[in-house]
T-cell receptor, first 113, second 111 residues
Framework: GENVEQHPSTLSVQEGDSAVIKCTYS??????FPWYKQELGKRPQLIID?????GEKKDQRIAVTLNKTAKHFSLHITETQPEDSAVYFC????????????FGSGTRLSIRP | KAGVTQTPRYLIKTRGQQVTLSCSPI?????VSWYQQTPGQGLQFLFE???????NKGNFPGRFSGRQFSNSRSEMNVSTLELGDSALYLC??????????FGPGTRLTVT
């Protein structure tokens, strides 16, 4: 079955700097890769997703890149702000067959003022 | 449109008891998935229901079970509770299993 590995487990960056979180997946048939943000005490919320027919997607300060050959995808947050502090989860699934979504273990991002 | 709701929000049980958690998905969503979240363990997939059928299952013992009703509401049951079952249980609904919309979770404490 699918396995998703996520690194790093914790990340601390200076406010205004960029943050990068990386994930690898094992099932080459996976074609849907969402990213979720979970603030302390709150539910996970989708912040951006990418499908295998594109290599990069951007939404304001957040971007995701996908390398299908290497089976890895990354989340990039630029000009980080205090409200970016949260746990971020990557995930992978085979969307067309409605298979289960497998999540990475999460990255706790802290923004230093 | 109302979001995913879960009841109860908090629950305290003792070892050996059983518990039932409830999840009401977003109107129109037919897929409901359940996850267990413990500190440092991320989101562990329990199972997914679609149109009253269990479509996917994670690697949890048979003490964990679920069902889905014709209105897409889902329940999750844990029998013979163990201390290690203490966790936040999240359900998520989606249209066809892709983008997941999470509920607020039920925090279960087993003493």
């Amino acid at each position: 079955g699918e396995n998703v590995e996520q690194h790093p487990s914790t990340l601390s960056v200076q406010e205004g700097d960029s943050a990068v979180i990386k994930c690898t997946y094992s099932d080459s048939a996976s074609n849907y890769f969402p990213w979720y943000k979970q603030e302390l005490g709150k539910r996970p919320q989708l912040i951006i997703d990418i499908r295998s027919n594109v290599g990069e997607k951007k939404d304001q300060r957040i971007a995701v890149t996908l390398n299908k050959t290497a089976k890895h995808f990354s989340l990039h947050i630029t000009e980080t702000q205090p409200e970016d502090s949260a746990v971020y989860f990557c995930a992978a699934s085979k969307e067309s067959s409605a298979s289960k979504i497998i999540f990475g273990s999460g990255t706790r991002l802290s923004i230093r003022p | 449109k109302a979001g995913v709701t879960q009841t109860p929000r908090y629950l305290i049980k003792t070892r050996g008891q059983q518990v039932t958690l409830s999840c009401s998905p977003i109107s129109g969503h037919r897929s409901v998935s359940w996850y267990q979240q413990t500190p440092g363990q991320g989101l562990q997939f329990l199972f997914e229901y679609f149109s009253e059928t269990q479509r996917n299952k994670g690697n949890f013992p048979g003490r964990f079970s679920g069902r889905q009703f014709s209105n897409s509401r889902s329940e999750m049951n844990v029998s013979t509770l163990e201390l290690g079952d203490s966790a936040l249980y999240l359900c998520a609904s989606s249209l066809v299993g892709a983008e997941q919309y999470f509920g607020p979770g039920t925090r279960l404490t087993v003493t």
